[in-house]
Protein backbone atom coordinates (compact mmCIF):
# COMPACT_ATOMS: atom_id res chain seq x y z
CA UNK A 1 0.00 0.00 0.00
CA UNK A 2 1.38 3.26 -0.95
CA UNK A 3 1.85 6.57 1.50
CA UNK A 4 -0.91 8.34 -0.05
CA UNK A 5 -3.58 5.11 0.57
CA UNK A 6 -1.86 4.87 3.78
CA UNK A 7 -2.86 8.48 4.86
CA UNK A 8 -5.80 8.79 3.21
CA UNK A 9 -7.13 5.59 5.19
CA UNK A 10 -5.66 7.18 8.39
CA UNK A 11 -7.66 10.47 7.67
CA UNK A 12 -11.05 8.47 7.15
CA UNK A 13 -10.63 6.69 10.54
CA UNK A 14 -9.80 10.04 12.31
CA UNK A 15 -13.30 11.27 10.35
CA UNK A 16 -11.27 13.50 7.81
CA UNK A 17 -13.18 12.39 5.00
CA UNK A 18 -12.28 15.76 2.99
CA UNK A 19 -8.92 14.97 3.72
CA UNK A 20 -8.84 11.42 2.05
CA UNK A 21 -10.21 12.89 -0.73
CA UNK A 22 -7.37 15.19 -1.50
CA UNK A 23 -5.20 12.49 -1.51
CA UNK A 24 -6.98 10.12 -3.97
CA UNK A 25 -9.54 11.73 -5.41
CA UNK A 26 -8.37 11.57 -9.13
CA UNK A 27 -7.35 7.92 -8.56
CA UNK A 28 -9.38 4.77 -9.98
CA UNK A 29 -7.21 1.87 -8.81
CA UNK A 30 -9.10 -0.30 -6.46
CA UNK A 31 -7.79 1.06 -3.17
CA UNK A 32 -8.33 4.24 -4.05
CA UNK A 33 -11.98 3.49 -5.05
CA UNK A 34 -12.81 2.05 -1.79
CA UNK A 35 -11.14 5.06 0.32
CA UNK A 36 -13.22 7.90 -2.24
CA UNK A 37 -16.90 5.21 -1.55
CA UNK A 38 -16.05 5.40 2.43
CA UNK A 39 -15.33 9.37 2.13
CA UNK A 40 -18.41 9.67 -0.04
CA UNK A 41 -20.52 7.88 2.97
CA UNK A 42 -19.34 10.21 5.47
CA UNK A 43 -19.93 13.19 3.34
CA UNK A 44 -23.61 11.53 3.24
CA UNK A 45 -23.53 11.04 -0.55
CA UNK A 46 -24.78 7.40 0.02
CA UNK A 47 -26.03 6.54 -3.82
CA UNK A 48 -22.10 7.65 -5.07
CA UNK A 49 -20.69 5.61 -2.22
CA UNK A 50 -22.39 2.34 -2.92
CA UNK A 51 -21.22 3.14 -6.78
CA UNK A 52 -17.86 3.15 -5.81
CA UNK A 53 -17.82 0.63 -3.45
CA UNK A 54 -19.23 -2.02 -6.31
CA UNK A 55 -16.57 -0.64 -8.22
CA UNK A 56 -13.58 -1.20 -5.95
CA UNK A 57 -14.81 -4.65 -5.28
CA UNK A 58 -14.97 -5.63 -8.98
CA UNK A 59 -11.29 -3.57 -9.54
CA UNK A 60 -9.85 -5.94 -6.47
CA UNK A 61 -10.96 -9.09 -8.23
CA UNK A 62 -11.48 -12.69 -7.33
CA UNK A 63 -7.74 -13.10 -5.63
CA UNK A 64 -8.19 -10.65 -3.32
CA UNK A 65 -11.00 -11.71 -0.80
CA UNK A 66 -9.93 -9.67 2.06
CA UNK A 67 -10.53 -6.43 0.28
CA UNK A 68 -13.50 -7.79 -1.27
CA UNK A 69 -14.70 -8.53 1.56
CA UNK A 70 -14.16 -5.43 3.42
CA UNK A 71 -15.74 -3.33 0.62
CA UNK A 72 -18.87 -5.43 1.34
CA UNK A 73 -19.10 -4.55 5.14
CA UNK A 74 -18.83 -1.14 3.99
CA UNK A 75 -21.27 -1.58 1.27
CA UNK A 76 -23.18 -2.74 4.20
CA UNK A 77 -22.61 0.20 6.31
CA UNK A 78 -24.27 2.17 3.95
CA UNK A 79 -27.27 0.07 3.13
CA UNK A 80 -27.88 0.59 7.07
CA UNK A 81 -27.50 4.44 6.85
CA UNK A 82 -30.10 4.58 3.83
CA UNK A 83 -32.44 2.55 5.70
CA UNK A 84 -31.84 -0.02 3.15
CA UNK A 85 -32.62 -3.25 5.68
CA UNK A 86 -33.56 -5.66 2.70
CA UNK A 87 -29.95 -5.67 2.32
CA UNK A 88 -28.78 -9.02 1.54
CA UNK A 89 -27.51 -10.89 5.18
CA UNK A 90 -26.06 -13.34 3.88
CA UNK A 91 -23.58 -11.30 1.95
CA UNK A 92 -22.69 -9.94 5.18
CA UNK A 93 -22.18 -12.70 6.80
CA UNK A 94 -20.09 -14.21 3.92
CA UNK A 95 -17.97 -11.13 4.40
CA UNK A 96 -17.45 -11.41 8.29
CA UNK A 97 -16.81 -15.17 7.51
CA UNK A 98 -13.61 -14.41 4.78
CA UNK A 99 -12.82 -11.34 7.58
CA UNK A 100 -12.10 -14.05 10.50
CA UNK A 101 -10.23 -16.26 8.13
CA UNK A 102 -7.79 -13.66 7.58
CA UNK A 103 -7.46 -12.35 10.76
CA UNK A 104 -8.52 -9.04 10.39
CA UNK A 105 -10.26 -8.96 14.40
CA UNK A 106 -11.32 -5.07 13.90
CA UNK A 107 -13.27 -5.26 10.98
CA UNK A 108 -15.24 -8.67 12.03
CA UNK A 109 -16.17 -6.68 15.06
CA UNK A 110 -17.38 -3.45 12.73
CA UNK A 111 -19.32 -6.48 10.88
CA UNK A 112 -21.04 -7.94 13.91
CA UNK A 113 -22.08 -4.00 14.77
CA UNK A 114 -23.96 -3.77 11.62
CA UNK A 115 -25.54 -6.59 11.90
CA UNK A 116 -27.13 -5.79 15.56
CA UNK A 117 -27.84 -2.31 14.09
CA UNK A 118 -29.85 -3.75 12.08
CA UNK A 119 -31.88 -6.61 13.99
CA UNK A 120 -32.57 -3.67 16.85
CA UNK A 121 -33.96 -1.26 13.63
CA UNK A 122 -36.32 -4.47 12.89
CA UNK A 123 -37.39 -5.10 16.52
CA UNK A 124 -35.18 -8.38 17.18
CA UNK A 125 -34.07 -7.30 20.37
CA UNK A 126 -33.54 -11.12 21.40
CA UNK A 127 -31.20 -11.74 18.33
CA UNK A 128 -29.44 -8.59 19.18
CA UNK A 129 -28.86 -9.43 22.57
CA UNK A 130 -27.64 -12.60 22.15
CA UNK A 131 -25.14 -11.27 19.16
CA UNK A 132 -23.46 -8.77 21.33
CA UNK A 133 -22.79 -11.25 23.86
CA UNK A 134 -20.45 -12.85 21.59
CA UNK A 135 -18.40 -9.58 21.58
CA UNK A 136 -15.57 -9.21 23.65
CA UNK A 137 -14.84 -4.85 23.49
CA UNK A 138 -11.74 -5.19 25.71
CA UNK A 139 -9.36 -5.02 22.61
CA UNK A 140 -11.36 -2.49 20.65
CA UNK A 141 -9.69 0.75 19.54
CA UNK A 142 -11.88 3.54 21.15
CA UNK A 143 -14.12 4.32 17.94
CA UNK A 144 -15.27 0.72 18.20
CA UNK A 145 -15.70 0.64 21.75
CA UNK A 146 -17.65 3.91 21.12
CA UNK A 147 -20.16 1.94 18.74
CA UNK A 148 -20.22 -1.06 20.47
CA UNK A 149 -21.59 0.54 23.50
CA UNK A 150 -24.17 2.64 21.52
CA UNK A 151 -25.22 -1.34 20.57
CA UNK A 152 -25.21 -1.91 24.78
CA UNK A 153 -27.47 1.37 24.89
CA UNK A 154 -30.00 0.72 22.39
CA UNK A 155 -31.01 -2.59 23.67
CA UNK A 156 -31.32 -1.31 26.94
CA UNK A 157 -33.68 1.67 25.92
CA UNK A 158 -35.72 -0.39 23.95
CA UNK A 159 -35.99 -2.87 27.00
CA UNK A 160 -36.63 0.47 29.19
CA UNK A 161 -33.47 -0.17 31.38
CA UNK A 162 -32.56 3.24 31.55
CA UNK A 163 -29.89 3.24 34.02
CA UNK A 164 -27.38 0.53 32.13
CA UNK A 165 -28.23 2.52 29.18
CA UNK A 166 -26.87 5.73 30.83
CA UNK A 167 -23.75 3.47 32.23
CA UNK A 168 -23.38 2.30 28.91
CA UNK A 169 -23.68 6.19 27.11
CA UNK A 170 -21.07 7.15 29.64
CA UNK A 171 -18.47 4.57 28.63
CA UNK A 172 -19.41 5.68 24.84
CA UNK A 173 -18.95 9.12 25.53
CA UNK A 174 -15.48 8.66 27.31
CA UNK A 175 -14.37 6.45 24.45
CA UNK A 176 -15.85 8.39 21.43
CA UNK A 177 -13.54 11.51 23.00
CA UNK A 178 -10.46 9.17 23.40
CA UNK A 179 -11.05 8.61 19.10
CA UNK A 180 -11.59 12.04 18.60
CA UNK A 181 -14.27 11.69 15.46
CA UNK A 182 -16.67 14.29 15.93
CA UNK A 183 -19.66 12.85 14.26
CA UNK A 184 -19.58 9.65 16.58
CA UNK A 185 -19.49 12.01 19.60
CA UNK A 186 -22.61 13.86 18.24
CA UNK A 187 -24.29 10.47 18.13
CA UNK A 188 -23.41 9.57 21.57
CA UNK A 189 -24.68 12.84 22.39
CA UNK A 190 -28.11 12.42 20.41
CA UNK A 191 -28.30 9.40 22.24
CA UNK A 192 -28.21 10.80 25.78
CA UNK A 193 -30.47 13.36 25.36
CA UNK A 194 -32.99 10.86 24.76
CA UNK A 195 -32.69 9.48 28.30
CA UNK A 196 -34.10 12.70 29.34
CA UNK A 197 -37.13 13.27 26.82
CA UNK A 198 -40.29 11.86 27.42
CA UNK A 199 -41.67 8.66 25.87
CA UNK A 200 -44.91 7.84 27.18
CA UNK A 201 -47.50 9.64 28.82
CA UNK A 202 -49.59 8.29 31.91
CA UNK A 203 -53.16 8.95 32.25
CA UNK A 204 -56.09 8.66 34.22
CA UNK A 205 -59.33 9.51 35.27
CA UNK A 206 -57.74 13.11 36.54
CA UNK A 207 -54.37 13.61 35.61
CA UNK A 208 -52.32 13.30 32.46
CA UNK A 209 -47.96 13.56 32.83
CA UNK A 210 -45.43 13.29 30.56
CA UNK A 211 -43.11 10.57 31.42
CA UNK A 212 -39.02 9.93 30.88
CA UNK A 213 -38.12 6.55 30.36
CA UNK A 214 -37.01 6.04 33.67
CA UNK A 215 -40.07 6.96 34.94
CA UNK A 216 -41.77 4.42 32.51
CA UNK A 217 -39.03 1.87 33.85
CA UNK A 218 -40.13 2.79 37.38
CA UNK A 219 -44.07 2.33 36.30
CA UNK A 220 -43.72 -1.06 35.53
CA UNK A 221 -41.88 -2.10 38.19
CA UNK A 222 -44.48 -0.69 40.77
CA UNK A 223 -47.58 -2.57 41.89
CA UNK A 224 -49.79 -0.06 39.47
CA UNK A 225 -51.85 -2.37 37.36
CA UNK A 226 -50.62 -0.63 33.95
CA UNK A 227 -53.23 -0.64 30.91
CA UNK A 228 -50.22 -0.31 28.29
CA UNK A 229 -51.28 1.48 25.13
CA UNK A 230 -47.99 1.17 23.46
CA UNK A 231 -47.81 -2.45 23.49
CA UNK A 232 -51.62 -3.27 23.72
CA UNK A 233 -51.26 -4.63 26.67
CA UNK A 234 -52.09 -5.18 30.72
CA UNK A 235 -49.21 -5.18 33.19
CA UNK A 236 -48.61 -6.00 36.63
CA UNK A 237 -45.41 -6.51 37.92
CA UNK A 238 -43.93 -9.55 36.09
CA UNK A 239 -47.47 -10.79 34.50
CA UNK A 240 -48.23 -9.11 31.17
CA UNK A 241 -52.03 -10.19 29.15
CA UNK A 242 -51.38 -9.24 26.05
CA UNK A 243 -54.21 -8.03 23.98
CA UNK A 244 -52.24 -6.65 20.22
CA UNK A 245 -54.38 -9.14 18.61
CA UNK A 246 -57.47 -8.24 19.91
CA UNK A 247 -58.31 -4.32 19.18
CA UNK A 248 -61.73 -4.49 20.63
CA UNK A 249 -60.50 -5.69 23.84
CA UNK A 250 -58.02 -3.52 24.55
CA UNK A 251 -60.23 -0.81 23.82
CA UNK A 252 -62.99 -1.64 26.52
CA UNK A 253 -60.07 -2.27 29.12
CA UNK A 254 -58.43 1.08 27.82
CA UNK A 255 -62.05 3.16 28.84
CA UNK A 256 -62.03 1.03 32.35
CA UNK A 257 -58.96 1.64 33.15
CA UNK A 258 -59.11 5.39 32.31
CA UNK A 259 -62.37 6.08 34.18
CA UNK A 260 -61.14 3.97 37.12
CA UNK A 261 -62.26 3.96 40.18
CA UNK A 262 -65.40 4.91 38.27
CA UNK A 263 -67.45 2.86 36.02
CA UNK A 264 -68.21 3.51 32.44
CA UNK A 265 -72.05 3.49 31.09
CA UNK A 266 -73.21 0.84 28.40
CA UNK A 267 -73.25 3.16 25.84
CA UNK A 268 -70.23 4.81 26.29
CA UNK A 269 -68.07 1.46 25.69
CA UNK A 270 -70.54 0.71 22.76
CA UNK A 271 -69.18 4.13 21.51
CA UNK A 272 -65.38 3.39 22.10
CA UNK A 273 -65.43 -0.35 21.29
CA UNK A 274 -67.26 -0.70 18.25
CA UNK A 275 -66.87 3.35 16.94
CA UNK A 276 -70.72 3.65 17.07
CA UNK A 277 -72.29 6.85 17.72
CA UNK A 278 -75.72 4.92 18.61
CA UNK A 279 -76.05 1.58 20.52
CA UNK A 280 -78.81 -0.23 20.08
CA UNK A 281 -79.89 -3.46 21.63
CA UNK A 282 -77.82 -5.69 19.80
CA UNK A 283 -75.05 -3.67 20.15
CA UNK A 284 -75.16 -4.11 24.11
CA UNK A 285 -75.56 -7.68 23.75
CA UNK A 286 -72.52 -7.90 21.48
CA UNK A 287 -70.88 -5.97 24.36
CA UNK A 288 -71.83 -8.53 26.99
CA UNK A 289 -70.20 -11.15 24.75
CA UNK A 290 -67.04 -9.12 24.66
CA UNK A 291 -67.04 -7.83 28.14
CA UNK A 292 -67.30 -11.84 28.98
CA UNK A 293 -64.08 -12.60 26.79
CA UNK A 294 -62.56 -9.54 28.57
CA UNK A 295 -63.21 -11.13 32.01
CA UNK A 296 -61.33 -14.05 30.49
CA UNK A 297 -58.58 -12.38 29.41
CA UNK A 298 -57.54 -10.40 32.47
CA UNK A 299 -58.55 -13.27 35.02
CA UNK A 300 -54.76 -13.39 36.47
CA UNK A 301 -54.85 -9.74 37.25
CA UNK A 302 -58.85 -8.22 37.27
CA UNK A 303 -62.10 -8.37 36.93
CA UNK A 304 -64.75 -6.14 35.40
CA UNK A 305 -68.19 -5.98 37.47
CA UNK A 306 -71.63 -4.74 36.00
CA UNK A 307 -73.14 -1.87 37.66
CA UNK A 308 -76.31 -0.35 37.76
CA UNK A 309 -75.20 1.82 34.27
CA UNK A 310 -72.18 0.34 32.84
CA UNK A 311 -69.34 -1.63 33.87
CA UNK A 312 -66.37 -1.35 36.22
CA UNK A 313 -62.42 -2.74 36.19
CA UNK A 314 -61.35 -4.37 40.15
CA UNK A 315 -57.82 -4.93 39.96
CA UNK A 316 -57.21 -8.35 42.34
CA UNK A 317 -54.42 -6.24 44.01
CA UNK A 318 -54.64 -2.58 45.84
CA UNK A 319 -52.88 -0.43 43.52
CA UNK A 320 -53.65 2.36 41.66
CA UNK A 321 -54.90 1.50 37.75
CA UNK A 322 -53.45 3.62 35.11
CA UNK A 323 -52.73 3.95 31.21
CA UNK A 324 -49.57 4.17 29.61
CA UNK A 325 -50.38 5.86 26.02
CA UNK A 326 -47.98 6.67 23.67
CA UNK A 327 -46.48 10.36 23.52
CA UNK A 328 -48.33 11.70 20.21
CA UNK A 329 -51.40 9.13 19.00
CA UNK A 330 -52.80 9.86 16.05
CA UNK A 331 -53.06 7.65 12.94
CA UNK A 332 -49.93 6.03 11.68
CA UNK A 333 -47.83 7.41 15.10
CA UNK A 334 -45.80 4.11 14.66
CA UNK A 335 -44.33 5.35 11.63
CA UNK A 336 -43.86 8.92 12.27
CA UNK A 337 -42.03 7.36 15.25
CA UNK A 338 -39.63 5.68 13.02
CA UNK A 339 -39.23 8.45 10.42
CA UNK A 340 -38.86 10.87 12.98
CA UNK A 341 -35.10 9.54 13.29
CA UNK A 342 -34.21 12.33 10.57
CA UNK A 343 -33.64 9.21 8.25
CA UNK A 344 -35.25 8.35 4.90
CA UNK A 345 -36.62 5.39 5.01
CA UNK A 346 -38.01 3.36 1.74
CA UNK A 347 -41.89 1.95 2.13
CA UNK A 348 -40.29 -1.81 2.25
CA UNK A 349 -37.88 -1.07 5.45
CA UNK A 350 -41.14 0.44 7.03
CA UNK A 351 -42.72 -2.43 6.41
CA UNK A 352 -40.13 -4.79 7.23
CA UNK A 353 -39.63 -2.89 10.62
CA UNK A 354 -43.06 -2.49 11.53
CA UNK A 355 -43.94 -6.58 11.38
CA UNK A 356 -46.45 -4.69 7.81
CA UNK A 357 -47.46 -5.50 4.12
CA UNK A 358 -45.41 -3.17 1.80
CA UNK A 359 -48.85 -2.06 0.28
CA UNK A 360 -50.33 -1.17 3.93
CA UNK A 361 -47.08 0.81 4.51
CA UNK A 362 -47.91 2.84 1.02
CA UNK A 363 -51.23 3.47 2.07
CA UNK A 364 -50.12 4.60 5.45
CA UNK A 365 -47.51 7.20 3.79
CA UNK A 366 -50.00 8.74 1.11
CA UNK A 367 -52.04 9.63 4.42
CA UNK A 368 -49.14 11.22 5.88
CA UNK A 369 -48.06 12.68 2.76
CA UNK A 370 -51.84 14.16 1.79
CA UNK A 371 -51.51 16.01 5.63
CA UNK A 372 -48.41 17.46 4.85
CA UNK A 373 -46.63 15.15 8.01
CA UNK A 374 -43.80 12.91 5.48
CA UNK A 375 -42.33 13.94 2.14
CA UNK A 376 -41.06 11.18 -0.63
CA UNK A 377 -37.57 11.73 -2.17
CA UNK A 378 -36.74 10.76 -5.16
CA UNK A 379 -39.55 8.35 -7.71
CA UNK A 380 -40.40 5.02 -8.83
CA UNK A 381 -38.07 2.20 -6.50
CA UNK A 382 -36.04 4.62 -5.21
CA UNK A 383 -38.65 6.30 -3.53
CA UNK A 384 -37.82 7.67 0.16
CA UNK A 385 -39.85 9.27 2.90
CA UNK A 386 -38.57 11.15 5.52
CA UNK A 387 -40.26 13.15 8.15
CA UNK A 388 -39.15 16.13 10.40
CA UNK A 389 -38.52 14.95 14.18
CA UNK A 390 -41.25 15.55 16.56
CA UNK A 391 -40.04 17.75 19.17
CA UNK A 392 -39.72 16.89 22.95
CA UNK A 393 -40.92 13.06 22.33
CA UNK A 394 -38.35 10.20 22.38
CA UNK A 395 -40.94 8.45 20.25
CA UNK A 396 -38.63 5.91 18.71
CA UNK A 397 -38.50 3.90 22.31
CA UNK A 398 -42.58 3.05 22.60
CA UNK A 399 -43.02 1.30 19.04
CA UNK A 400 -45.07 -0.91 19.62
CA UNK A 401 -44.47 -4.10 17.38
CA UNK A 402 -41.40 -3.52 16.38
CA UNK A 403 -39.74 -2.57 19.61
CA UNK A 404 -40.89 -5.02 21.84
CA UNK A 405 -39.77 -4.83 25.87
CA UNK A 406 -40.93 -8.33 26.99
Not at 179 to 194: F, N
Not at 342 to 365: I, K, V
Request: one cysteine or more.
Amino acid sequence: MDSLITAAARALAAGDPFGALNRVALREDAPALALRGIAMAQLGDLARAKALLRRAARAFGAKEALARARCVVAEAEIALASRDLGWPAKALDAARATLEAHGDRLNVAHARHLAIRRLLLIGRLDEAERALADLDPTPFPPASRAVYELAVAGIALRRLRSGEARVALQRAAQASGRAGIPALSAEVESALQVLDTPAARLLSRDREQRLLPRDVEALLASPTLVVDACRLAVRHADTVVSLATRPVLFALVRALAEAWPHDVARDALVARAFRLKLADESHRARLRVEIGRLRRALRPLADVHATGRGFILRPHHSGEVVVLALPVEEAHATVLALLADGESWSSSALALALGSSQRTMQRALEALAASGKVQPVGRGRSRRWMAAPMPGFATALLLPSALPID
